[in-house]
């Protein structure tokens, strides 16, 4: 095995994708797809991604969609999701990732993010879990890692990716749109202000399932979670080989979801108009220009898919 300098990791393991930042260069995403190893001889499963760990087996990312069905994956639409046996693969997976699978065996340096709305209730069962010595093997490849880890609120660590590019007494609102979750954090002087930060369980999922319900009115039934959110991107959908144009039903979803989220985030912030407000997430591309028409002064931030991945790396690089 080798050892390393210290790496250190930004990894945001969320319910639709896990994204990583790394010291080392590496900037990656993977399906955040997970569940136990099949007892099948399928064709091409010996080459699938796989994660062993305290004597259990593993399918992650693209591996566990082509080979597990919906119901034998890990539900990652839960409270629970965040430090369950899945997630820990998903994060096992990304750290082996940012070392070009190679075996190695020494310290790395993490942090990871939870939503706003759950940080209270799992940062310190989380952070007890995650610091400290791991085994584990991913396709083939044993790694023993010394793990000093850093539990974080994903929206705030989205500001930290911004982190130099406003004034320090400005106030900062951080709409951070995943696909389970949005969070909100308010910050000033590039300090969390608790008591105007927190969260919901509205995000990409709330979009997904309103355009698989709306399609099935069309006859059209989407069950696989690439596909749907594919046809979310395009704005199309194939019905019986003639294009289904769905581009005004997204619109008008999406200002009925930002509206909801406005609804959540003026009970901490008001109109928030004494606040610069920056739109980071998955779901950022997706409502930023919906949340632009309640809060005409809301901006893309830079690099929204990764903000919090690298948000995360830059907080353990000030640290």
């Known amino acids: 095995m080798s ?3 210290v790496l250190k990791i930004g990894i945001d393991v969320g319910s ?3 994204k990583a930042t790394s010291s080392n260069g590496k900037q990656f995403a993977v399906e955040s797809m997970v569940g136990i190893y099949p007892d099948t001889d399928a064709f091409g499963l010996d080459g699938a991604s796989r994660v062993d760990f305290n004597g259990r087996s593993f399918l992650v990312g693209d591996s566990a969609r082509n080979y597990l069905k919906a119901s034998d994956r890990y539900d990652t639409l839960t409270p629970d999701w965040s430090g369950c046996d899945g997630w820990m693969a998903l994060m096992y997976y990304a750290i082996a990732y940012s070392m070009d699978f190679q075996p190695f065996k020494g310290k790395v340096s993490l942090a990871t993010g939870v939503p706003q709305n759950l940080y209270g209730s799992l940062s310190k069962s989380l952070s007890e879990k995650m610091n400290g010595k791991h085994s584990f093997v991913v396709n083939g490849t044993p790694y023993q890692i010394d793990l000093e880890a850093t539990i974080i609120p994903q929206a705030f660590s989205a ?6 590019k406003i004034e320090q007494d400005d106030a900062l609102g951080i709409i951070d749109i995943g696909t389970y979750t949005t969070g909100f954090s308010s910050v000033v002087d590039y300090q969390l202000v608790d008591h105007e930060s927190g969260g919901t369980e509205i995000g990409m999922h709330t979009l997904y399932s309103d355009i698989q319900e709306y399609l099935k009115t069309q006859g059209i039934t989407v069950s696989d979670p690439r596909r749907i959110r594919g046809i ?4 199309f959908v194939q019905n019986k080989q003639v294009p289904l144009n769905i581009e005004n039903v997204l619109t008008e979803r999406k200002r009925a979801i930002a509206k909801e989220l406005s609804d ?3 009970f901490y912030w008001g109109s928030a108009s004494d606040r610069y407000i920056l739109v980071a997430g998955g779901g950022a591309v997706h409502f930023h220009e919906a949340l632009r028409e309640i809060y005409p002064h809301a901006a893309l931030i ?3 898919f990764y903000a919090v991945s690298v948000g995360l790396f830059n907080l353990l690089e000030s640290y």
């Not at 500001?159 to 130099?164: D, E, H, I, K, R």
């Not at 979310?232 to 704005?235: F, I, L, M, S, W």
């Open 3 to 5: 050892n390393l300098s």
């Open 16 to 18: 639709g994708l896990t």
């Open 264 to 266: 959540h985030i003026s």
């Open 159 to 164: 500001a930290a990716s911004y982190q130099g």
């Open 302 to 304: 830079e690099n929204p």
């Open 232 to 235: 979310v991107e395009k704005g």
